[in-house]
């Protein structure tokens, strides 16, 4: 998966006109922080002494599988570890203990911490062929010498190893390359006694090289998205008749075949009926697959080869024509696997785009299977039942809430999505990101001596550093800063990352969203053999729907937002977007914060696990105002207050009348006036002035006038001076009026920021 995936600009920009009800997010009640904790550690204990003896006895026997969503920050990868330093013993004798993170780096920091334990089970980093090996005195050796060269072999060998490393040959004697005595990477296959491996993510899709059993397997954070594998042919390589079918039986067959799928996939109708309706067969399906898989031409390379010439083998072997094979093989044996089902969405035809050289594309969406051999523990904050029920459809699952500590304002009018943000062309976009860059300095400036982080995607970034005259370096590992903030983008290397625990502030502009067609390779990939039909969207268009978000007082208000029209890719959807957001908050570490924190959420997507304090429109969090104070109406008084002409009024009369009287440019008629007083009660009026004078660092008081002749009625004013002038100033001001009543205690003062108005 990209890790700066910002959609495509007609597809997201615009809604589509559909609105739909989408369910909100559901919020089961916050746990306290201590309660959260012993639960997290009582659950992961519990089953690891319910499991330990747990055994495969046949291939229908399906692992206990525990599930659980957790609060970020929860401290769910240390309470795992310490309890396999309590628990583990047990495990270890039966094999080795696999701890799976999303990235190497992650794992180097997991190992670390596991170590820190003081724990006696023996432990050690699963590292690939081109990660740098720790244990060589020059840093940038790696693990396997001939890496590069993996790299390329990877692309069309079986096993990497048989072919560049040691074999077996036909006379049963293992044939090994130089470099395989003393290899790092392959040292780590020797490993026998049982260990506590730390792993990326993407050895859950290969084998890792280990020898031995595995007991348990624990994986950190969410791990779908790394078992799905898209394969895609050229339609036109679809078409063309292989000369493995000249003189077979099959070429017909075949040719049958391929034009049912490719007529059913164009029309957008059911493969598996097109297939049946010209009497194509499971078992003719297997023998097509059976004739690509011999058709596949074969690398031949072997251990001893020397360099180049594996090279120059390598880059004269045909990959397009043994990708094609390999494909259609594919394509075959999951249309004879699935035929005599409802049939499979797991198999699509892509239009040509510009992007893809024009070419339309068959793409197989395959699903890898996890691994069934062991118990297994899955430790996800965004964990998702719906998706993990389609990995383990036994698991049980537990979620373990904690109501973050930080005061947060969202924006609620605006995406500020990638593309139109990062536009160069539209001056209305540099003005949008002189906005962005007017939030980042006032945060850094409220923060103080405590630091901000920036979170937004590749594109917006590189934007914002170029209309400073910088760059900013994508690849970089150091830190990175913009306008005195830290910053990062949007990926799976912010994930379980503990370096801004200590930061006051995280700005997030936008968010990261995924184009609809990968939505929808991941939905086919996942979900599209699980007998429900897909609801695929329309034009590659998300829909608007209404949802709700949590304030922090328990309210909710309506909102709308993006969504794919099938629920389950909706799921696949928040995953990346809402998901990606609320891992990059958690690294704040708001759930026992020892400083007030600050989230400022440049971005309308409702986050579920965020409430918000907050919910404004862009140009008031421009303003550092509320949104009221933004509305016309407000700016209008606003400017009736300080002048139109630059001249501040003295004092102002709220009735429609001392309006037209006391500020005839912003009123100049009785109309505009009581268009302006239209549903808005004189104590709102009130108050926004109080606001307004206390915005401009000036006095005001509010003052009732009323006429001998006039009864009880009276007209409200302010006059901008203190409680002990006030009276002075309005018989100055409205001399005709007899008499001036000072309302105590509701006067606003230089000292008093921006109070407003409360006794009323």
């Given at each position: 998966?990209a890790s700066?995936?910002?959609?495509?600009r007609?597809?997201l920009?615009?809604?589509?006109?559909?609105?739909?009800c989408?369910?909100?997010?559901?919020?089961?009640?916050?746990?306290?922080?201590?309660?959260?904790?012993?639960?997290?550690?009582?659950?992961?204990?519990?089953?690891?002494?319910?499991?330990?003896?747990?055994?495969?006895?046949?291939?229908?026997?399906?692992?206990?599988?525990?599930g659980?969503?957790?609060?970020?920050g929860?401290g769910?990868?240390?309470t795992?570890?310490?309890?396999i330093?309590t628990?583990?013993h047990?495990?270890?004798?039966?094999?080795?203990?696999?701890?799976y993170v999303?990235?190497?780096?992650?794992?180097?920091?997991a190992?670390?911490?596991?170590?820190?334990?003081n724990?006696?089970?023996?432990?050690f980093?699963?590292?690939?062929?081109?990660?740098?090996?720790?244990?060589?005195?020059?840093?940038?050796?790696?693990?396997?010498?001939?890496?590069?060269?993996?790299?390329e072999?990877?692309?069309?060998?079986?096993?990497?190893?048989?072919?560049?490393?040691?074999e077996?040959?036909?006379?049963?004697?293992?044939?090994?390359?130089?470099?395989?005595?003393?290899?790092?990477?392959?040292?780590?296959?020797?490993?026998?006694?049982?260990?506590?491996?730390?792993?990326?993510h993407?050895?859950?899709?290969?084998q890792?090289?280990?020898?031995?059993d595995?007991?348990l397997?624990?994986?950190?954070?969410?791990?779908?998205?790394a078992?799905i594998?898209?394969?895609?042919?050229?339609?036109?390589?679809?078409?063309?008749?292989?000369?493995h079918?000249?003189?077979?039986?099959?070429?017909?067959i075949?040719?049958?075949?391929?034009?049912?799928?490719?007529?059913a996939l164009?029309?957008e109708?059911?493969?598996?009926?097109?297939?049946?309706?010209?009497?194509?067969?499971?078992?003719?399906l297997?023998?097509?697959?059976?004739?690509e898989?011999?058709?596949?031409?074969v690398?031949?390379?072997?251990?001893?080869?020397?360099?180049?010439?594996?090279?120059?083998k390598?880059?004269?072997?045909d990959?397009e024509?043994?990708?094609?094979i390999?494909?259609?093989?594919?394509?075959?044996?999951l249309l004879a696997?699935?035929?005599?089902?409802?049939?499979?969405?797991?198999?699509?035809?892509?239009?040509?785009?510009p992007?893809?050289n024009n070419r339309?594309?068959?793409?197989?969406?395959?699903?890898?299977?996890?691994?069934?051999?062991?118990?297994?523990?899955?430790?996800?904050?965004?964990?998702?039942?719906t998706?993990?029920?389609?990995?383990?459809g036994?698991?049980?699952?537990?979620r373990?809430?904690?109501?973050?500590k930080?005061?947060?304002?969202?924006?609620?009018d605006?995406t500020?999505?990638?593309?139109?943000l990062s536009?160069l062309?539209?001056?209305?976009?540099?003005?949008?990101?002189?906005?962005?860059?007017?939030?980042?300095?006032?945060e850094?400036?409220?923060?103080?001596?405590k630091?901000?982080?920036?979170?937004?995607?590749?594109?917006?970034?590189?934007?914002?550093?170029?209309?400073?005259g910088?760059?900013?370096k994508?690849?970089?590992?150091e830190?990175?800063?913009l306008?005195?903030?830290?910053?990062?983008?949007?990926?799976?290397k912010?994930?379980?990352?503990?370096?801004?625990?200590?930061?006051?502030?995280?700005i997030l502009?936008?968010?990261l969203?995924?184009?609809?067609?990968?939505i929808?390779?991941?939905l086919?990939?996942?979900?599209g053999?699980d007998g429900?039909?897909l609801?695929?969207?329309?034009?590659n268009?998300?829909?608007?729907?209404?949802?709700?978000?949590?304030?922090a007082?328990?309210?909710?208000?309506?909102?709308?937002?993006?969504?794919?029209?099938?629920p389950?890719?909706?799921s696949?959807?928040q995953?990346?977007?809402?998901?990606?957001?609320?891992?990059?908050?958690?690294?704040?570490?708001?759930?026992?914060?020892?400083?007030?924190?600050?989230?400022?959420v440049?971005?309308n997507?409702?986050?579920?696990?965020l409430?918000?304090?907050?919910?404004?429109?862009f140009?008031?969090i421009?303003?550092d105002?509320?949104?009221v104070?933004?509305?016309?109406?407000y700016?209008n008084l606003?400017?009736?207050i300080?002048?139109?002409?630059?001249?501040?009024?003295?004092?102002?009369?709220l009735?429609?009348?001392?309006l037209?009287?006391?500020?005839?440019?912003?009123f100049?008629n009785?109309?505009r006036?009581r268009?302006?007083?239209?549903?808005?009660?004189?104590?709102?009026?009130?108050?926004?002035?109080?606001?307004?004078?206390?915005?401009?660092?000036?006095?005001?008081?509010?003052?009732?006038?009323?006429?001998g002749?006039?009864?009880?009625?009276s007209?409200?004013?302010?006059v901008?001076?203190?409680v002990?002038?006030?009276?002075q100033?309005?018989?100055?001001?409205?001399?005709?009026?007899?008499?001036?009543?000072?309302?105590?205690?509701?006067g606003?003062?230089?000292n008093?920021?921006?109070?407003?108005?409360?006794?009323?």
């Amino acid at each position: 998966m990209a890790s700066d995936c910002c959609g495509d600009r007609n597809t997201l920009i615009m809604l589509d006109a559909k609105t739909e009800c989408h369910p909100e997010h559901s919020q089961e009640p916050w746990l306290d922080l201590p309660t959260a904790r012993r639960q997290l550690e009582d659950h992961i204990s519990q089953f690891l002494t319910t499991n330990v003896r747990w055994k495969k006895l046949d291939d229908n026997e399906h692992p206990p599988v525990l599930g659980l969503k957790v609060s970020a920050g929860l401290g769910k990868t240390r309470t795992a570890l310490d309890c396999i330093a309590t628990h583990g013993h047990n495990y270890l004798k039966k094999g080795h203990i696999l701890f799976y993170v999303p990235t190497l780096e992650l794992a180097v920091e997991a190992e670390k911490t596991f170590r820190d334990l003081n724990s006696i089970h023996p432990s050690f980093v699963m590292r690939g062929r081109s990660a740098i090996n720790p244990n060589d005195p020059n840093t940038n050796a790696p693990m396997c010498a001939r890496s590069d060269l993996a790299k390329e072999v990877a692309k069309s060998a079986k096993s990497v190893t048989r072919a560049i490393c040691r074999e077996e040959n036909a006379n049963g004697e293992v044939v090994e390359a130089v470099c395989a005595n003393g290899c790092p990477y392959l040292a780590q296959e020797a490993i026998i006694e049982p260990h506590v491996v730390f792993l990326a993510h993407s050895y859950l899709k290969s084998q890792p090289p280990l020898s031995g059993d595995v007991a348990l397997r624990i994986i950190d954070e969410k791990f779908w998205a790394a078992m799905i594998d898209v394969q895609a042919l050229p339609h036109d390589n679809w078409f063309l008749t292989p000369d493995h079918y000249d003189g077979s039986k099959l070429a017909e067959i075949y040719r049958t075949a391929r034009k049912s799928v490719s007529d059913a996939l164009e029309a957008e109708t059911p493969v598996h009926q097109a297939l049946r309706d010209k009497k194509i067969s499971a078992e003719t399906l297997r023998e097509l697959a059976a004739a690509e898989e011999m058709a596949m031409p074969v690398l031949k390379l072997d251990p001893q080869t020397p360099n180049e010439d594996a090279k120059m083998k390598v880059s004269s072997f045909d990959h397009e024509a043994a990708n094609s094979i390999r494909v259609r093989s594919l394509i075959f044996d999951l249309l004879a696997n699935t035929i005599d089902h409802r049939g499979t969405e797991r198999i699509s035809l892509e239009k040509p785009t510009p992007e893809k050289n024009n070419r339309a594309l068959i793409k197989l969406h395959q699903l890898v299977d996890l691994p069934a051999d062991a118990p297994m523990i899955l430790l996800d904050a965004d964990l998702d039942e719906t998706i993990v029920r389609r990995f383990c459809g036994n698991a049980h699952f537990e979620r373990l809430l904690v109501r973050p500590k930080a005061h947060v304002t969202q924006v609620s009018d605006v995406t500020l999505a990638s593309y139109p943000l990062s536009s160069l062309k539209e001056k209305a976009q540099e003005r949008r990101r002189a906005d962005v860059v007017k939030i980042i300095k006032r945060e850094v400036e409220r923060a103080q001596t405590k630091d901000v982080l920036v979170v937004a995607t590749t594109a917006v970034l590189q934007a914002l550093y170029n209309d400073c005259g910088q760059e900013f370096k994508e690849t970089s590992t150091e830190a990175q800063v913009l306008y005195g903030a830290t910053v990062r983008r949007f990926g799976p290397k912010l994930l379980g990352v503990n370096t801004y625990s200590e930061f006051a502030t995280i700005i997030l502009i936008g968010r990261l969203q995924l184009p609809v067609v990968t939505i929808e390779d991941q939905l086919r990939a996942v979900f599209g053999d699980d007998g429900a039909p897909l609801d695929l969207a329309e034009g590659n268009r998300l829909v608007a729907a209404a949802t709700t978000v949590l304030l922090a007082d328990n309210r909710r208000v309506e909102a709308k937002v993006q969504y794919h029209p099938d629920p389950r890719g909706t799921s696949l959807l928040q995953q990346t977007r809402e998901a990606q957001s609320e891992q990059a908050i958690a690294r704040l570490r708001l759930l026992d914060a020892n400083i007030p924190k600050r989230v400022v959420v440049l971005s309308n997507v409702p986050l579920p696990g965020l409430p918000v304090d907050e919910w404004l429109k862009f140009e008031a969090i421009v303003g550092d105002k509320s949104d009221v104070q933004v509305s016309t109406k407000y700016v209008n008084l606003e400017r009736a207050i300080c002048g139109a002409d630059g001249s501040r009024l003295r004092g102002i009369r709220l009735s429609a009348g001392g309006l037209v009287a006391d500020a005839p440019k912003i009123f100049p008629n009785s109309k505009r006036a009581r268009e302006f007083r239209k549903n808005l009660p004189t104590e709102e009026i009130l108050g926004w002035a109080m606001t307004i004078a206390a915005d401009m660092g000036f006095p005001a008081t509010y003052v009732r006038l009323s006429k001998g002749n006039r009864g009880g009625h009276s007209t409200p004013a302010v006059v901008f001076a203190t409680v002990e002038k006030a009276q002075q100033l309005s018989q100055y001001l409205w001399p005709d009026f007899d008499k001036h009543v000072v309302v105590e205690g509701n006067g606003v003062t230089l000292n008093e920021g921006s109070a407003v108005l409360e006794a009323l």
